[in-house]
């Protein structure tokens, strides 16, 4: 069993950069596949980063690639996605989730997810 809780985000500026943490509570986290998705108001949950158990395997949504980066701490059973050069578009909750299969983007294949961050980014 492993426990997500999602923290860092806010209201920020088209442009700006946040930096959102997932921390997690369980044994084993290091041999999970971490992910973070995001839902916009009226639109479905979407896959957003993935990583592995080896910090070379990550995977991004073409929206995000190049301004989003994803990473982990396994000795502090932390994970991160750093976000930059944010856009209106970019607004949604954003939510950490865990699964012992490999990295993927389908949500139905994360067991245990967090609560969720708000992140809006105003024109």
């Known amino acids: 069993q492993v426990q997500l809780v999602e923290s860092g985000g806010g209201s920020v500026q088209t442009g700006d950069s946040l930096r959102l943490s997932c921390a997690a509570n369980g044994r084993a986290f290091a041999n999970y596949a971490i992910a973070w998705f995001r839902q916009a108001p009226g639109k479905e949950r979407e896959f957003v980063a993935a990583?592995?158990?080896?910090?070379?395997?990550?995977d991004y949504s073409d929206a995000v690639k190049g301004r989003f980066s994803i990473s982990r701490d396994n000795a502090n059973n932390m994970a991160y996605l750093q976000m930059t050069r944010l856009k209106p578009e970019d607004t949604a909750v954003y939510y950490c989730?865990?699964?012992?299969?490999?990295?993927?983007?389908?949500?139905?294949?994360?067991?245990?997810w967090g609560q969720g961050t708000q992140v809006t980014v105003s024109s």
């Open positions: 990583l592995g158990w080896i910090v070379a395997n990550t």
């Open positions: 989730a865990a699964s012992g299969a490999s990295p993927s983007r389908s949500e139905a294949l994360y067991r245990f």
